[in-house]
């Protein structure tokens, strides 16, 4: 501890978040909408040829996804024991595994990082969305201090704070997962450095139900791209009205 | 061991809206019995319940295991784990033990669940798990699961289970030369784990 009573690693840590790609989740009445904005955008990448492999959205059971903002190379760590949990959970109970027990296992991961061994902790916050039987939709969001959340909305990565004055101010309860999805492009088409949003340099996920199972679904380009260019419209006839 | 588990008789079974067990009441260590009022059924929370038989010894301490276990994931996540979940648990747990010290113990996991009704699961000291509607343990068991298969329907209401399971402890009692001489009857649905019979026969 500091002589304040401060955790100088873990506040670098969080700071170090700042500087990667925005994520954006918002939870709606059917649904979650999780939004990031990827950071690795060069023409060069060959996305095709490690298989699926994301930037920054990722699954991690039939029910629950997550999205990360931080060094990539600490969330593949995360990533991988949320998924083994998940398994070791459906092992053990024949079910889902809860989406609060799974952000509490990692959370207490990511503590013992902030306590013992003299290791550095995870530079990574993450967006958790998800469905349970108990619980229904839920948005959770834990940082490096392995301290969580529960949400309607939250951003984390690069202008998390103006993202989230922003969603302060246009989160309506009950929002449709259509509506959801508009706000999170909103907000994240904000934070980004370009003037206008680009469907090629989103990674954006929702979680909903379907005939009584839940869906985890990355959207396409193609899919994104009405929506941006609605959202892109939109900020145009802003700044024409201003 | 201390006990002859083939001497103990459990019948489980599932109805419309309940589970119902008939268990033998008596504790018995070679010749003596020890209890005649031995309950064998242990209460996982109040809706769920385990109906263990088999090693006196390790029956208990597998039951009393599986009970905590599964009362502390209750308490720390504020859930309350289902049916199928607490069997599917116990079935790991006696899977692990299976290569290294057996638990030489078989049981039932009955239980109530808000939206889904009663489920029965058949458990073994092998680590075996089904879904029954009907199932038991011990000699006993041999004569009247197939009485059952007979009787069986799934629109059983209390009434009707508690008549089966009069009929087969009169069943075993009049061909097993080693019937029990006391059962305990419990059963488990939307209000709970309620004991129902006691019955004691003179020998």
């Not at chain 1, 949400?151 to 259509?178: C, F, P």
Request: aromatic fraction near 8%; proline fraction near 2%; glycine fraction near 10%.
């Amino acid at each position: 501890f500091s002589p304040e009573g401060r955790l100088f690693q873990v506040e670098y840590a969080m700071e170090s978040i700042n500087n990667s790609g925005a994520a954006v989740g918002i939870l709606a009445k059917d649904g979650v909408v999780l939004a990031t904005e990827k950071r690795v955008t060069s023409k060069l990448l060959d996305t095709g040829a490690v298989g699926c492999r994301k930037e920054k959205m990722f699954q991690l059971d039939d029910h629950v996804a997550v999205a990360v903002a931080g060094l990539t190379a600490d969330a593949n760590i995360l990533i991988n024991q949320c998924r083994l949990a998940a398994q070791r959970h459906r092992m053990t109970l024949s079910e889902d595994i809860p989406l609060e027990q799974l952000v509490r296992g990692i959370c207490d991961l990511k503590q013992g990082y902030t306590q013992f061994g003299g290791q550095r902790p995870f530079g990574v916050s993450l967006l958790y969305a998800g469905w349970d039987e108990e619980f229904g939709f839920q948005l959770f969001q834990s940082d490096p201090s392995g301290n969580y959340g529960g949400w309607k909305a939250t951003a984390i990565g690069a202008n998390h704070q103006q993202s989230q004055s922003m969603l302060r101010q246009d989160y309506q309860e009950d929002v449709g997962l259509s509506e959801a999805l508009d706000l999170a492009l909103k907000v994240i088409a904000k934070s980004m450095d370009s003037t206008s949003l680009a469907a090629d340099r989103l990674e954006v996920a929702t979680i909903t139900r379907e005939g009584g199972a839940v869906k985890y679904k990355l959207l396409t380009e193609a899919e994104l791209k009405p929506r941006v260019e609605a959202a892109n419209a939109a900020e145009e006839k802003k700044k024409e009205d201003k | 061991g201390g006990g002859a588990p083939g001497m103990e008789y459990v019948m489980g079974i599932k109805g419309k809206d309940f589970a119902m067990a008939c268990v033998s009441a008596t504790a018995v260590q070679q010749i003596i019995t020890m209890k005649h009022d031995e309950d064998k059924v242990m209460r996982v929370d109040d809706h769920r319940m385990l109906v263990t038989s088999g090693e006196p010894g390790d029956r208990v301490q597998f039951g009393e295991f599986v009970c905590a276990n599964v009362r502390l994931r209750n308490m720390r996540h504020g859930v309350k784990t289902s049916t199928k979940a607490v069997a599917s648990y116990a079935r790991q747990e006696l899977a692990k033990a299976l290569r290294q010290g057996p638990y030489q113990s078989n049981l039932l996991v009955m239980g109530y669940d808000e939206g889904k009704g009663p489920s029965m699961y058949y458990l073994d000291y092998l680590a075996t798990m089904h879904e029954m509607n009907v199932a038991g343990y011990g000699y006993g068991s041999w004569f009247v699961l197939s009485m059952y298969d007979n009787l069986w329907h799934p629109d059983l209401t209390q009434d009707e289970a508690l008549g089966l399971m009069q009929k087969g402890i009169d069943e075993v009692r009049r061909r097993l030369s080693v019937a029990p001489s006391s059962y305990m009857i419990t059963v488990v649905d939307k209000d709970g784990i309620r004991h129902l019979k006691t019955l004691e026969y003179g020998s």
